[in-house]
């Protein structure tokens, strides 16, 4: 007879936590900062553009600070109190009367919610120390901010229907403190009584020289220092896409800007399939190989989605794109939390966003200039296919990294074909 499994407490509260959050700021993002920028203070192409480069560097230094942070005490209390501190700058824009107020406030907003970010995507180590509860842990994290990502734009859009824009900043900072509430009762491993020997006395360094040890291990641990390389890559192409996307619906595609919100709702739909399938997927596959054909995917699907005048099309390639990074990114995060020992996964998952957040902002400094001379379309594919360039050219490197994964998950690697009780496991939903 089927018995129901009951989710762990802690993992559901800490998914509601990180979907509640998550809602809110995307509703902030698409709609209450793309909007009050562009229709209430009538920006230009320019400030627009400072204003997304503000929030990057903003981002790049929360995210370095987060991760700093969660090694000096845990991700609980790093998400409990950045929550709360995030308030006031969720607010902020509502009183921002001219662009320059829009781009100081949000340079606040950005670097408190990305320190709460890191601390949300440092939780599954503290939560399991089990490879195959590690998986379905950050399987139901993504799975959980994949659903904020297409619940969030229709709330914001629908603040703005039946109230007013400024409306979607108080919401933010509710959702804030309601996930603030949820991770209060969240019980971790105790990670800083036995931190391994690599980090052992981090706690007696200065700041500087903490944030400075996270970087060093990163790159000098080949594991880890693939990952940095293929998610750094990955969104370089997305940088590019966010530079110059809305111009390709609207002049490529001949659609306004409601079909852009569809597409990205088909978007976020496929990333919670990808996410749900990564949960239920055989151990043999948790490979850096398979994180590499991920990213190869991923450039084809950029091709698929970009190279086309037929929204339907795009729709598709909007759908398998996203499946292809739900189970990309936490597949990538889960192998490199299984390479980090204890006392260092804040700094490492700090290093990893940092290098993503440079490889985002990258384009902003060339794509639009280069789209003036070849074509948004152009610009869209060929990030696409130099993406998937890039892969091929890691696949070697993938083979060595498989090489030096923990004991444990070899054994399951090299018995794979030999072992009939060999099924998909999900081992915590």
């Not at 950005?110 to 399987?139: Q, R, W």
């Not at 931190?195 to 981090?202: F, I, R, S, W």
């Not at 980090?340 to 290093?351: I, S």
């Amino acid at each position: 007879m089927f018995r129901f499994q009951r989710p762990e407490p802690n993992l559901v509260r800490v998914s509601a936590a990180r979907f509640i959050s998550r809602a809110g700021g995307e509703a902030a993002f698409f709609v209450g900062i793309w909007g009050k920028a562009s229709y209430d203070l009538n920006s230009t192409p320019g400030q627009l553009a400072l204003l997304m480069g503000v929030m990057g560097v903003m981002a790049l230094l929360g995210t370095t600070i987060g991760g700093l942070l969660v090694d000096r005490f845990d991700p609980k209390k790093v998400m409990l109190y950045g929550e709360i501190a995030f308030v006031p700058s969720a607010i902020a824009p509502m009183f921002a009367d001219t662009m320059g107020q829009m781009t100081l406030s949000i340079a606040v907003l950005s670097l408190f919610s990305m320190i709460v970010y890191t601390s949300v995507a440092s939780f599954p180590p503290y939560l399991t120390d089990d490879d195959e509860k590690l998986k379905g842990i950050n399987g139901a994290l993504e799975s959980a901010g994949n659903l904020a990502f297409v619940a969030g734009p229709a709330i914001g859009a629908l603040i703005v229907k039946f109230g007013e824009i400024d409306q979607i900043f108080l919401f933010d900072a509710v959702t804030s403190l309601v996930a603030a509430a949820l991770v209060l009762k969240v019980s971790l491993r105790d990670l800083h009584a036995d931190v391994d020997l690599a980090t052992e006395g981090y706690s007696k360094l200065s700041a500087f020289q903490e944030i400075k040890e996270g970087f060093k291990f990163s790159y000098s641990t080949r594991t880890i220092r693939l990952f940095i390389t293929t998610t750094a890559a990955t969104w370089v192409a997305f940088g590019a896409f966010g530079a110059v996307e809305p111009l390709y619906f609207r002049d490529v595609l001949d659609v306004g800007p409601e079909t852009l919100g569809w597409v990205n709702t088909i978007f976020g739909l496929g990333m919670i399939s990808g996410s749900v399938l990564l949960v239920k997927m055989p151990e043999r596959f948790m490979t850096a190989r398979s994180v590499v054909v991920g990213v190869s995917l991923s450039g084809l699907c950029a091709v698929l989605y970009a190279g086309t005048a037929d929204v339907r099309v795009v729709a598709l390639g909007a759908i398998v794109w996203g499946a292809v990074l739900g189970v990309l990114f936490p597949m990538s995060r889960t192998l490199m939390q299984r390479a980090t020992p204890d006392g260092m996964y804040g700094r490492v998952t700090g290093t990893v966003n940092v290098h993503a957040h440079i490889g985002e902002l990258l384009p902003l400094t060339f794509v639009p200039a280069l789209a003036a001379v070849v074509g948004v379309q152009a610009v869209l594919v060929g990030a696409g296919l130099v993406l998937f360039a890039l892969s091929l050219t890691r696949y070697r490197e993938a083979n060595r990294v498989d090489a030096l994964l923990p004991v444990t998950h070899a054994e399951t690697i090299e018995e794979a074909h030999l072992t009939p009780e060999d099924e998909p496991i999900s081992p915590v939903v």
